[in-house]
């Protein structure tokens, strides 16, 4: 069983800053990349920013310049550093691992976190 746990979402003014962590539990062998994903009222669910395993990184061109993403492998971690945040940034923040392999079983799954709020006012 493998879990993604979120945490550092919350209530921001505009263009103030956020840190978003998530770590990854359980019978972890790999993982291949990590990301943040996004979700606002009535929309769709929306890439972020995302890491692979070698430090590769990919972002949504609407927060590139004032996102940053990093990950710790050793520990199964990323993070989202949210400056100069806008009030579009408003959403539920999701954690996603992808191509996690079981150590007990060499199964290959992706996971998700359960989100986590942040909110940007102006």
């Known amino acids: 069983q493998v879990q993604l746990v979120e945490s550092g979402g919350g209530l921001v003014q505009a263009g103030g800053s956020l840190t978003l962590s998530c770590a990854a539990s359980?019978?972890?062998?790999?993982?291949?990349?990590m990301g943040w994903y996004r979700q606002a009222p009535e929309k769709q669910r929306e890439l972020v920013a995302t890491i692979t395993s070698g430090g590769t990184t990919n972002y949504a061109d609407s927060v590139k310049d004032r996102f940053t993403i990093s990950r710790a492998n050793a520990k199964n971690t990323v993070i989202l550093q949210m400056n100069s945040l806008k009030p579009e940034d408003t959403a539920v923040y999701y954690c996603?691992?992808?191509?996690?392999?079981?150590?007990?079983?060499?199964?290959?799954?992706?996971?998700w976190g359960q989100g986590t709020q942040v909110t940007v006012s102006s």
């Open positions: 359980g019978s972890i062998f790999s993982i291949h990349a």
């Open positions: 996603y691992a992808e191509r996690v392999v079981v150590r007990t079983t060499a199964d290959v799954y992706d996971y």
